[in-house]
């Protein structure tokens, strides 16, 4: 089976910095997606892992440790709009089917 | 500006009624996604299709819920009979082979 945990809600400032964490224990491993769901509206892909280390996209940063069963998304220069729900996802060893964790709801203050 | 489309965007139905949902995945993708999203359990796989075979289907009720490709431009997930406890979002996402999936506007049901 899968069991996939990340925070339940995190608070930040404007321009500040947050890294969500999620970890996972899953009975095979083929990658780690995090999306982005605002409320009211479908996920949207962000990032993909499925070698160890570091993966920059603008602002956003996704990191994995495959040993560690570890994972984390960085949000750097935070703009208001990025208040949403950011959801962990590990994708299992047979086929594209994904495993969601519960999300992590972001909250960017003035 | 290729994207997944839902039908219908919202539903409200009575209990024991039959519920059918439409979804068009994006064209050449092969694989195609239903999801259901609660407040209390998130975002739960359904069913998933590989080139219009269903692969998995293990986290659906099968005694009510039934999902099908009739082809590749269309899926559908029904419910019957529906019941209040099958209120819920229903997202269909598609994606090519083991890429990122890309999910659509989703259906929002309430079951009375």
């Known amino acids: 089976g899968q069991n996939i945990d990340q925070p339940t809600e995190m608070t930040a400032t404007e321009g500040a910095i947050v890294q969500i964490n999620c970890t996972y224990q899953?009975?095979?491993?083929?990658?780690l997606f995090w999306y982005q769901q605002h409320a009211g509206e479908a996920p949207t892909f962000l990032s993909y892992n499925v070698l160890d280390g570091l993966e920059e996209k603008g602002r956003f940063s996704s990191f994995l440790s495959r040993s560690k069963g570890y994972s984390y998304l960085l949000l750097k220069e935070l703009q208001m709009k990025d208040s949403a729900s950011y959801l962990c996802?590990?994708?299992?060893?047979?086929?594209?089917?994904?495993?969601f964790g519960g999300g992590t709801r972001v909250l960017v203050k003035p | 500006d290729a994207r997944v489309t839902q039908t219908p965007r919202h539903k409200v139905t009575e209990m024991g009624q039959e519920v059918t949902m439409r979804c068009q995945p994006i064209?050449?993708?092969?694989?195609v996604f239903w999801y259901r999203q609660t407040m209390m359990q998130g975002l739960e796989l359904l069913a998933y299709f590989r080139n219009r075979a269903p692969l998995d289907d293990s986290g659906m009720p099968k005694d009510r819920f039934s999902a099908e490709m009739p082809d590749a431009t269309l899926a559908t997930l029904k419910i019957q009979p529906s019941e209040p406890r099958d209120s819920a979002v229903y997202f269909c996402a598609s994606g090519l082979f083991d890429n990122e999936q890309f999910f659509g506007p989703g259906t929002r049901l309430t079951v009375l």
């Open positions: 899953t009975s095979g491993f083929n990658g």
């Open positions: 996802a590990v994708r299992g060893a047979a086929g594209n089917k994904l495993t």
């Open positions: 064209l050449g993708h092969n694989t």
